[in-house]
């Protein structure tokens, strides 16, 4: 992202590029002020771009309802016809990248007794809340499930989803992880850091999303032939 101060050196008020300085501050500025909800509003077209891109012709819903299917982007294979994979984000600032940093530095010693503890403390809550997040993933009907993270959490986070555990009691299908890159005024850029292996679905509920999403609604995004 580019700072004021650089900004600012692209010209005064009476120069061509006045404009162009007012316009970069004004997007700075509101990067900056996004919500959780806009972030991962972002995070939603980054990572339906990633799968429209990695799929075969997929049909894919953005925020589906979450009574049948609680996930954060759809993605249906084969123009509506295969498998479903289903993306969750979670961008949340409870799960900081910057706190596995701190928890890396108390290991050595780095910090005193009192951050110390205060450490524990997040870990333990980012360990339960991750494992929330993991029980809801590995639960969604879909052929394949993903987790979607801020990219520089990715370290921690991997460490603790396979305690939790990437495969289901059965062995059929792997947990994937997606990465969300933060470009500042750019916009955010979604990479595949641990590829989903296929699930096992209920034939009840894939049966209920086919009559009452796939059939019913017209996708978001869809490639037209």
Do not use: C, W
């Not at 995070?43 to 429209?52: D, F, P, Q, S, T």
């Amino acid at each position: 992202m580019r700072s004021r101060r650089a900004v600012s050196s692209m010209g005064g008020a009476g120069s061509p590029t006045a404009g162009r300085k007012a316009i970069i501050m004004t997007v700075d500025e509101e990067i900056r002020k996004l919500t959780l909800r806009q972030r991962e509003g972002r995070a939603i077209n980054a990572v339906a771009e990633l799968l429209r891109r990695t799929l075969s012709v997929p049909n894919i819903y953005l925020e589906p309802p979450a009574s049948l299917i609680p996930a954060d982007v759809l993605a249906v294979d084969r123009g509506g016809a295969g498998d479903l994979h289903a993306v969750e984000i979670q961008l949340a600032s409870d799960l900081s990248p910057v706190e596995g940093q701190i928890r890396k530095a108390a290991s050595h010693g780095d910090i005193n007794e009192r951050y110390k503890r205060a450490t524990k403390v997040f870990i333990a809550k980012y360990r339960e809340n991750l494992r929330t997040i993991h029980r809801k993933v590995m639960s969604i009907p879909a052929h394949y499930r993903y987790l979607a993270i801020p990219a520089e959490s990715f370290g921690l986070a991997i460490g603790e989803l396979a305690h939790f555990g990437l495969f289901p009691k059965d062995g059929i299908g792997r947990l994937g992880v997606i990465t969300i890159k933060d470009r500042g005024e750019e916009s955010p850029v979604a990479e595949m850091a641990a590829v989903a292996e296929r699930f096992r679905v209920d034939p009840a509920r894939l049966s209920s999303i086919e009559s009452k999403l796939l059939t019913k609604n017209r996708p978001d995004i869809e490639v037209r032939i």
